[in-house]
């Protein structure tokens, strides 16, 4: 269907509201529907009764994800009627390309489901759906000759930060994963394409990028026959963005090129998020990880050295089927080994088509339990200490807000991630520091945030 058909007729003056579930992905994509919904005269609102179309955009990675959505869908049954009388109801993301039309049966009110490949496709599934009677839930979740979602309009929910996508999909196929099943295989972006998005963004005014994919080091490999990740992280280095993040990254393939690059480009944040899952290496083979204890800990070694300082973060899975306490326990040691800043911990989801969800475990959960809690408190000490480190120190930070708690608190983020609190300055509003560069000198370490006061002149 025509863009402009579409804005003439059917969707100027609708409001919109969109729910995102799941990953830095999943936030990109929600950017660019909510430029998509813009650029066909939609309104955004800030609530559900308010909205003419709701939009969730959904993550499989864990089973609580299906029942949260699951949940709020059913609830805007007793919201209710928006202005226009009709309320359309749309899902995208991972559980949206696993699941398709069979979405209707679990949440009959659902009228629109679309992939996450299918993301331009979503004014024409809500023009259809508003001329329905809502018996039909209208469906795209086709991957083939679909373009990257990152060529459709954007509507940032921040003006100095955005997510670039370099690749999509995963060709690891990890026993637990459901991610190569809903985003497909690799496909990367042209080289070329990127680092000139990146220059773009820079003229817009954006200081800070994260670069996503599901496997960053991957990068290029479907294109040239070879990863270009370190190439990527230099040149987008020259564009003259201030900083830059990347997520994910598989330990099997972050080379000894792409640690270099991080070192010797100095917008690139001293900060990596590298899964390593379980320290055990019996359990590592049977999630096809494709590494090793061994090979985890030498690569950490390698970036401590060639990055002092350098901030780490993982995520660890806990009760992967048949984990035994001595798997847990080389998990544990693997943890003070590294001495992480921070960690993603899960108790191990089945998804279904996973190879993982046919294994037969019998541990009980209350084992499982116990050890996830024996490894979140032991998290929570290495970051406690990982702050310290900070504690009197002038830290930059890119300010992102106010606290949820306390309006005349400013949010932001060191260079190292970790989240930097500070009072607004008597007399200032906070709209004078949002999306600059603020020195704060710390006076507080704690657990998960720095805290200080504001020193010197911001940026």
């Not at 009677?133 to 309009?153: Q, Y």
């Not at 120190?393 to 500070?422: R, Y």
């Amino acid at each position: 269907m025509e863009r402009q058909l579409v804005q003439d007729n059917k969707l100027v003056g609708k409001t919109y509201l969109i729910k995102t579930f799941g990953c830095q992905m999943n936030l990109h994509d929600s950017e660019r529907v909510a430029g998509l919904l813009d650029d066909c005269g939609c309104n955004e609102v800030q609530t559900v009764e308010e909205a003419d179309i709701v939009v969730f955009m959904t993550c499989s990675v864990r089973e609580k994800a299906d029942t949260h959505l699951y949940g709020a869908v059913s609830n805007l049954v007793v919201v209710p009627a928006p202005p226009c009388g009709k309320r359309v109801i749309a899902v995208g993301g991972c559980i949206a390309q696993r699941d398709g039309a069979r979405l209707k049966k679990h949440i009959p009110n659902v009228d629109v489901v679309f992939g996450t490949s299918a993301l331009a496709s979503v004014p024409e599934l809500l023009c259809e759906a508003f001329e329905s009677d809502g018996s039909e839930v209208f469906v795209d979740t086709v991957e083939k000759n679909r373009g990257f979602s990152c060529e459709l309009p954007s509507k940032r929910e921040q003006y100095f930060h955005a997510w670039v996508p370099i690749m999509t999909g995963c060709n690891n196929f990890c026993t637990f994963c459901i991610v190569p099943l809903v985003r497909g295989r690799e496909r990367s972006r042209v080289f070329e394409r990127v680092v000139a998005e990146v220059a773009r963004l820079v003229d817009d005014g954006v200081r800070e990028v994260t670069l996503l994919g599901q496997n960053v080091n991957s990068y290029g490999r479907d294109l040239y026959g070879k990863p270009r990740f370190s190439e990527l992280l230099r040149e987008v280095g020259k564009t003259g963005i201030e900083r830059i993040r990347f997520t994910s990254s598989n330990p099997k393939d972050l080379s000894h090129d792409t640690i270099r690059a991080m070192a010797e480009t100095p917008n690139v944040m001293p900060q990596l998020h590298l899964a390593v899952q379980s320290g055990s290496n019996r359990i590592l083979r049977a999630m096809h990880r494709a590494y090793n204890r061994e090979k985890y800990l030498s690569v950490i070694a390698e970036l401590k050295e060639a990055i002092p300082g350098i901030a780490l973060s993982t995520d660890i899975i806990v009760g992967f089927p048949g984990e035994t306490e001595e798997d847990f326990l080389q998990t544990m040691s693997l943890v003070d080994e590294v001495g992480y800043a921070s960690a993603y911990t899960f108790i191990y989801s089945k998804r279904p088509g996973t190879p993982a969800a046919k294994i037969v475990d019998t541990t009980p959960h209350e084992v499982i339990q116990e050890r996830f809690e024996r490894l979140t408190k032991r998290i929570e000490e290495l970051a406690y200490s990982a702050n310290q480190v900070d504690l009197h120190a002038h830290v930059t930070a890119l300010v992102e807000g106010t606290s949820k708690k306390n309006p005349s608190v400013l949010v932001g983020h060191s260079p190292k991630n970790q989240t930097v609190l500070f009072d607004l300055p008597e007399g200032t509003k906070p709209e004078h520091f949002i999306g600059q560069m603020c020195e704060v000198e710390i006076s507080e370490a704690k657990t998960w945030y720095l805290r200080g006061s504001l020193v010197g002149d911001i940026s």
